[in-house]
């Protein structure tokens, strides 16, 4: 009897303990959907963001050039999905226009060389619609300086091209009905310039007579003479920008416009040069506004009375690192924070040169006498780190905000 009774006590004893062992389970699992929602609702507000944009946003491994992403401007931009440029890696260079294709490979090629690249060229809609592309590369290399992938911008200016072209025109119906030039003008025979205007002299510091049988390319600023000859082998024959160099070594940045023509037996080049300095300095303005976004776009919050909130979307460059660094070390200052939640659920991925500037940060703001926290850490972020060899055994970390927020705010003793 005294077993049966020890028998029944344990079987019920081992019965509470597994219905524990559920609920243990149950709610478990209940935190771990609640994560998978907010993982998935902060990334559904990433690709809201990038799709917001007008300009397709792209990213290829090298080698190979296979697409990694391309948000779904592209479907307005190109007239064809994203999931189109993922499956064939050569749509890209088949889209571009034939008489600008040799231009697109030659720009290729010196995105490896110079590392960064912008091209202008045309593309060809599925509709047979003709569009104007201005398209931004960088090469993005690991820490032995090897390439592994490529990003870029491109962006439809056709309207801007179509605007300068209609300009353009107009400038050219009053250059005829007036007396004077008012842009440069060269013609030049096999690369020696035969003839040009006084204006065109006068922008490099030369008498027209001085230029006479001189090589033109080397008027033009080195990194652009190779842009320049194939333009001029292949009779590109619409605006492009470059620099030239004065007599006195200094450079400037002009706009081309050239054709090849036949005269007398002779096959001529003439190309009209504009200065573009003071179109360059509106530029350089806008730029600079740009950069002004930039900075609102990597905000510091503050969400508690010695508690802030840093969070990061896209990837970390060197520049935006050093933004970021300089807005939240600035902020904890001004704050008195005593804690920093760096959040990166918005980064898409971890590189050795991501979590160098991380750590980086992170140990400015320890300086500071400020703790760190970094929140977003998720499970493909860990392993990347760890196969990265990152070490963050110092660093408090948390696969979400609100984990880490409810950590900051019990550390000093705050509650939500």
Sequence with gaps: MNDQARSKSQL???LAACRRRVQELQAAKTELERE???AANRQEVF?????SLED???AAEVPGSSMLYM?????DVYGRPPSAFMRDPDLWRDVVH???REMAAVSSRMLFRDGSVETTYRIIRP???VRWIRDRKTVVYDEDGEPVRIGGIASDITERIDTEERRRQSDEKARRLSEAAFEGIVIHEQGRIAETNQVFARMLGYEPEALVGMDGLQLVAPHYRDLVAENIKTDYQRPYEAAMVRRDGTTFPVEFLGKTMAH??????VTAVRDIRNRKRREETIRRQAEEILEISTPTLRVWDGVLVAPLIGTLDSQRSQRFMDALLGAIVKTDAEIALIDITGVPAIDTQTAQHLIETISAVRLLGADVVMTGVRPSIAQTLVHLGIDLSGITTHASLATGLRVALKSIGASL
């Design 36 to 38: 998978r929602r907010e």
């Design 127 to 129: 509709s047979g619609e």
């Design 56 to 58: 397709v946003v792209w």
């Design 98 to 100: 034939p008489d600008d």
């Design 47 to 51: 690709e809201s963001l990038l799709a």
């Design 71 to 75: 948000n779904r401007a592209a479907e």
């Design 264 to 269: 007398e037996g002779k096959k001529l080049r």
């Design 12 to 14: 019920v004893s081992e």
